[in-house]
């Protein structure tokens, strides 16, 4: 009674002083939920046991980078913010949305969320970002005050420093939420699949880095004083070479093309030949599931969106839907590990840890969903969510101090 009496009273102290609390939202790109359990993380074991471990992160289907980024920072589904996955067509437009091209990640009229930067700046809250999709969209309302352009190359202890440095900005200067994105765990997990030893190697480099956070915080005298949150945006899955389903050999004369190869294919063809493409992968179904845009199960979220292809195929877990082109090629090349699998497989899931002053310690809860973290965030801020998420507060608020 006493310790929620101080609580409040803090609060209250820190509202009518104007004090915001600072936030640093950290994702670990493809870090699948259980690699947390591989004793290669002791100082992110310090952290959680110190703050908040959830089971696992559930992401949004597909279980694919920039959709679930967008996610976590918007609390909504894909098929409400538009970022429908890593590449996707405006067919009327003639245009496409793709991950590589930087014109199109940065152009604003593909995302129809708003990201937790923009309701904060709303709130006249200072927010930056090292790294994080949609962070970079040219109006210039649309991005945090402070930005990074994407580049894979920045070492890792630099993105760290850069944070410090907007940390001991000024007072006025100095932003309340920053994201922070590191893609190693993606990366090795795709080239050499989950259970490698190269996976385990960016395990320790990304606990590493945790480590070197820590102790920068330190020596600015800031680690007391911030609340930081540590994200997946998806789990990862072996998927081995004899797990291949060549889809073109099943619908070879209907000149359709096939789109994002992998664990989700998308099928777009001639108007008047859909049923019958439909139909025939229907009866052909073996390790795969294949969808009407209009009939996607409710609990994919995954039918509202004009950009959706008409005709959808999830691959079973495991298993990588390819054409005749991407079968040539993957002979040379091919991912050992991927995602984009359904969103309840817990191979998709990713973590979700947090630290602070904000969070309960030393608690543990099951699965979260991505899309709760927006309300979360605004919660923690004490400012009102855009209307119309998919994300629902009391789902996640349980995991703050004073609830
Ligand atoms: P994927 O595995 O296809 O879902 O996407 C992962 C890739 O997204 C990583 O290898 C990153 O290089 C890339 N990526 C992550 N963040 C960004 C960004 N902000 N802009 C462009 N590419 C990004
Ligand atoms: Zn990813
Ligand atoms: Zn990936």
Redo the contacts with the bound molecule.
């Keep these: 009674m006493f310790k929620k009496f101080l609580f409040v009273l803090f609060i209250s102290f820190t509202l009518i002083a104007g004090e915001k609390p600072y936030v640093l939202l950290i994702s670990f ?2 870090f699948r939920w259980d690699y947390l359990d591989r004793g290669l993380s002791p100082n992110i074991e310090k952290f959680y046991n110190d703050g908040i471990r959830a089971m696992s992160l559930q992401p949004c289907f597909p279980s ?3 959709p679930n ?1 967008y996610s976590i920072i918007t609390g909504m589904y894909p098929e409400n913010h538009g970022i429908i996955s ?1 590449y996707f067509k405006d067919i009327k437009r003639n245009q496409v949305y793709r ?2 091209d ?1 014109a199109q ?1 940065r152009n604003s009229e593909w995302y129809l969320g708003e990201a937790f930067w923009e309701t904060a700046e709303r709130n006249r809250i200072k927010t930056a970002s090292y ?6 969209v040219h109006l210039s309302y649309r991005h945090p005050s402070y930005f990074m352009e ?1 580049n ?1 190359q920045t070492p890792y202890k630099d993105r760290v420093d850069g944070v410090i440095n907007w940390l001991k900005l000024p007072k006025e200067k100095r932003p309340h939420f920053i994201t922070l ?1 590191f ?1 190693d765990t ?2 090795t997990g ?1 080239d050499f699949g989950p259970d490698s030893k190269e996976v385990n190697e960016s395990i320790v480099r990304l606990d590493n880095i945790v480590k070197y956070l820590d102790e920068s915080l330190k020596s600015i005298n800031f680690r007391d004083s911030i609340n930081i949150i540590i994200v997946s ?2 789990g990862m899955t072996s998927t081995p070479k004899e797990k291949i389903i060549n889809i073109e050999s099943i619908v070879p004369d209907f000149g359709c093309k096939f789109i994002e190869p992998g664990p989700v294919m998308k099928i777009e063809c001639d108007i008047n030949k859909i049923e019958a493409v439909y139909q025939k992968l229907n009866q052909n179904e073996n390790h795969y599931r294949v969808f009407r845009r209009e009939d996607v199960p409710d609990y994919f979220h995954y039918s509202k969106n004009p950009f959706i292809s008409p005709i959808i195929i999830v691959a079973d877990l495991g298993y990588s839907l390819v054409d005749n082109r991407t079968m040539k090629r993957s002979v040379e090349k091919w991912s050992l590990g991927n ?2 699998f359904d969103n309840h497989a817990s191979d998709m899931h990713g973590i979700f840890v947090a630290n602070g002053s904000m969070f309960r310690k030393n608690y543990k809860t099951g699965s979260v969903l991505n899309i709760d973290i927006y309300p979360l965030l605004c919660k923690i801020f004490d400012i009102f969510p855009r209307a119309n998420i998919d994300g629902d507060l009391s789902r996640i608020k349980f995991i703050l101090k004073e609830e």
Excluded: A, M, R
């Design positions: 790109d493809g694919k980078t920039f980024h890593n991950l590589g930087s990640v790294f994080w999709p949609g962070s970079e994407y894979q994105y893609e993606d990366n795709h945006d998806h995602h984009g």
